[in-house]
Structures are given as C-alpha cells and as structure tokens.
C-alpha cells in the first residue's frame, strides 16, 4: 500500500513533500489537534501535504531573465529608411545584416505617420518593434569575429552556418519609466560595432561612444511610442534593457509580427 501511494504523488517536486512530511509528523506528535480533521493514516496526509506543496509553488516568484539588467542608457530613434545625416550617421535602408532592409521590411517606416505601431499605409513584413545594440558579429568584410564565440553568452547554443547572426532577431526587454516593452535586434550602432564590453559585460559598463548623450541603442518608432519617449532624440530618453531568451517573451504586440530573416547581403 505505501509503494502505491507513493508512486501516485511521485514528481518533480517529491523531495519537497517528503520534506514537509516529516515537519508534520513531528508537529502531530506535539499536537494532535493542529487540524481539524485527524490524518487516520498515511494516504490522507499525503495528499494533504501534496496540496500544501502544490499552493507553495503557484505562490513561487516568476524567474526573471538570468542576463544582466543595463540600466540608464540613453536611447535615440532610428527607423527603417532613415537617410544619412540629420542625426543618422548611416544610411537606413540598409542594415549591419540586410542589404535590402528597407524593402525586406515592407517599405518606409515613417516615423511620423502612424497607424498604432506601424506606419501609415502598409503593413510591415518584419518585426516594426527593433532597435539597435553596438555590437556586430560580423567584420567589414563579411568574416565572423574572432571575439564572437568568447564574448556572445549564447554563442555555443547552437552550430551557426557562416552567413546567420548570433545577434540578429535577438530579443531584448526594455524598460522606461515602469513601462516594459520588448523589441528583436535588427542592425548594430550606434557609433559603435564593437563594444561588446558594454553589450555583453554585467551591467556597470557604459557605452563607449560619448555621441547623442552617450546613447547606448537606438529604437524604432514603435518601441518610442511604446516606452512613451519624451519627444525622439535626447538624454531624458533612458531605459533599462537586457536580452531575454524568445521562450520568455511574453505575448504583445512586439510578437505580432516576429522576424526570422537572417543576413542577406548582395
């Protein structure tokens, strides 16, 4: 009978009741009357202790991202289409990974006409929550950096055929002023493309270029209009950001449309 009953409650969390059945025990051996109904015999108090367990862990915090939180970054706006010059120190209709970006995406990613989260006139092919982080896996001429596989946390997670990012599509959860949103990273700047002791150090390095207030990434209009920027490009834009692995990206509408493209380079 004691083999059956323990094969019936036998899990993940077994240690747990056994635990908690031998603090009962001991309490029913000071105090009879600790209940309201005698446990008569070791089924009943197992499947009390089961319930007991079962409340303990729905009452268990949520785990939170294991990545370092960077907190009171500067971030400016840039969009799909963004010309050079004006503030852009690149030309927009392309990316680090997408040579066609701008057509890939669907067309211009008018900052100014809106339709919700998207612009005015079409609906976008591509994720329209993206940003930017100063970090690229790949150097000017197409090569994997040396530094890729030690400085990516998730670098050894998968084999990475020599034309996929490890940062492209990448998720990362964002915070302003307890607004939190999420966006996929979808090019690399700004300013920098190699500053991975600030991307991927433990929160405490700041970004290593001084330009635009220090800004450490660059968001899209829909990411502005999410985290509720004060106007686009100026230091009381800050956020707190870090990466999150897709299965923690909660529903939203930044997974709406989710991009799965990888480098496309003429």
């Given at each position: 009978?004691?083999?059956?009953?323990?094969?019936?409650?036998?899990?993940?969390?077994?240690?747990?009741?056994?635990?908690?059945?031998?603090?009962?025990?001991?309490?029913?051996?000071?105090?009879?009357?600790?209940?309201?109904?005698?446990?008569?015999?070791?089924?009943?108090?197992v499947?009390?202790?089961?319930?007991?367990?079962?409340?303990?862990?729905?009452?268990?915090?949520?785990?939170?991202?294991?990545?370092?939180?960077?907190?009171?970054?500067?971030?400016?706006?840039?969009?799909?289409?963004?010309?050079?010059?004006?503030?852009?120190?690149?030309?927009?209709?392309?990316?680090?990974?997408?040579?066609?970006?701008?057509?890939?995406?669907?067309?211009?990613?008018?900052?100014?006409?809106?339709?919700?989260y998207?612009?005015?006139?079409?609906t976008?092919?591509?994720?329209?929550?993206?940003?930017?982080?100063?970090?690229?896996?790949?150097?000017?001429?197409?090569?994997?950096?040396?530094?890729?596989?030690?400085?990516?946390?998730?670098?050894?997670?998968?084999?990475?055929?020599?034309?996929?990012?490890?940062?492209?599509n990448?998720?990362?959860?964002?915070?302003?002023?307890?607004?939190?949103?999420?966006?996929?990273?979808?090019?690399?700047?700004?300013?920098?493309?190699?500053?991975?002791?600030?991307?991927?150090?433990?929160?405490?390095?700041?970004p290593?270029s001084?330009?635009?207030?220090?800004a450490?990434?660059?968001?899209?209009?829909?990411?502005?209009d999410?985290?509720k920027?004060?106007?686009?490009?100026?230091?009381?834009?800050?956020?707190?950001?870090?990466?999150?692995?897709?299965?923690?990206?909660?529903?939203?509408?930044?997974?709406?449309?989710?991009?799965?493209?990888?480098?496309?380079?003429?």
């Amino acid at each position: 009978m004691l083999l059956l009953i323990l094969s019936v409650v036998l899990s993940d969390w077994f240690r747990g009741i056994i635990l908690s059945f031998v603090t009962l025990v001991s309490m029913f051996a000071h105090n009879p009357q600790t209940t309201t109904q005698p446990i008569t015999d070791l089924r009943d108090a197992v499947i009390e202790l089961s319930a007991i367990h079962q409340e303990q862990e729905s009452e268990a915090p949520s785990i939170s991202s294991a990545y370092p939180l960077h907190r009171g970054i500067v971030a400016t706006v840039f969009w799909v289409g963004e010309p050079e010059g004006g503030g852009s120190s690149e030309d927009n209709a392309l990316s680090a990974w997408d040579d066609d970006w701008q057509r890939n995406y669907g067309g211009f990613d008018d900052p100014q006409k809106r339709n919700g989260y998207h612009p005015i006139g079409f609906t976008p092919k591509e994720n329209p929550f993206y940003l930017d982080l100063p970090y690229n896996d790949f150097d000017d001429e197409g090569r994997r950096k040396t530094n890729a596989y030690r400085v990516i946390p998730w670098a050894n997670e998968k084999q990475w055929g020599p034309r996929e990012s490890m940062m492209k599509n990448r998720w990362v959860k964002l915070i302003r002023n307890g607004i939190t949103c999420y966006g996929q990273i979808q090019d690399a700047g700004p300013y920098e493309y190699d500053d991975h002791a600030y991307v991927f150090g433990d929160g405490s390095t700041k970004p290593k270029s001084t330009l635009a207030n220090n800004a450490g990434l660059d968001v899209s209009p829909a990411l502005r209009d999410c985290l509720k920027f004060n106007h686009w490009n100026n230091a009381d834009n800050k956020v707190d950001w870090q990466f999150v692995d897709a299965a923690d990206v909660p529903a939203g509408p930044w997974n709406e449309i989710v991009t799965t493209s990888q480098i496309h380079w003429r």
